[in-house]
């Protein structure tokens, strides 16, 4: 089983739906977790960090579910510029930051 | 405010060569990071590097080891190249006592014939 997972889609949207993700994760002594969107061929940049308590950021909602070790991200009113790979990432905050990445969700968003 | 950089962009190899990664931490930064990165996955952390030492290491053969200069930058070497290394290496830097930041740069496409 992957430390990781989530649905690798691709999912296909139009201009303005709202698309949510879903990821999972297996070492419940996981600390800290994180949500990264990568570019076609680029690295990938930290879009938001996730908290127990739910955290918003403009259009992107992420919650954390400790309990059933479950991360979610939902995008609101999606852009075209909202096309990307988007990768869910947890870290043991004892690993000296090491980040444990999901294989991605691509997401498409179409005119 | 010269952010991670990383070279060379490209690099095209034959099996069973070596290859040396290079990596310059963001200004101000004294831990490096590497990653790999096949084509359709997830990054794969290989190792870490703090206080010119390997801090952290992932599920990653001997083939590949790294060192840390006193200036920080990074070096990613890979021995006895297999078709399976080909992907992109990424190198993420961050401040270690700092939190979890992590900033990664554009990243090495490593081909092996």
């Known amino acids: 089983r992957k430390e990781v997972e989530q649905d690798p889609g691709p999912f296909n949207v139009p201009e303005g739906a709202t698309v949510a993700f879903n990821c999972t994760y297996s070492?419940?002594?996981?600390?800290?977790f994180f949500w990264y969107r990568q570019d076609c061929r680029k690295e990938p940049k930290l879009l938001m960090s996730?908290?127990?308590s739910g955290n918003e950021d403009g259009r992107f909602t992420a919650q954390l579910n400790r309990a059933s070790q479950y991360i979610s991200l939902l995008i609101r009113d999606s852009k075209l510029s909202d096309s990307a790979t988007y990768l869910c990432?947890?870290?043991?905050?004892?690993?000296?930051?090491?980040?444990?990445f999901g294989g991605g969700t691509r997401l498409m968003v179409k005119p | 405010d010269a952010g991670v950089t990383q070279s060379p962009t490209h690099l095209i190899k034959t099996r069973g060569q070596q290859v040396t990664l290079r990596c310059s931490p963001k200004?101000?930064?004294?831990?490096v990071s590497w990653y790999q990165q096949a084509l359709g996955q997830g990054p794969q952390f290989i190792f870490q590097y703090y206080e010119e030492e390997e801090r952290q290491r992932g599920n990653f053969p001997d083939r590949f080891s790294g060192h840390q200069f006193p200036n920080y930058s990074s070096e990613l070497n890979v021995n006895a190249l297999l078709l399976g290394d080909s992907a992109l290496y990424l190198c993420?830097?961050?401040?270690?006592?700092?939190?979890?930041?992590?900033?990664f740069g554009p990243g090495t496409r490593l081909t092996v014939t």
């Open positions: 200004s101000g930064h004294d831990t």
């Open positions: 070492n419940s002594a996981s600390q800290s």
């Open positions: 996730v908290y127990s």
């Open positions: 990432v947890v870290m043991l905050n004892n690993a000296g930051n090491m980040l444990t």
């Open positions: 993420a830097s961050s401040l270690r006592l700092a939190g979890y930041e992590q900033y």
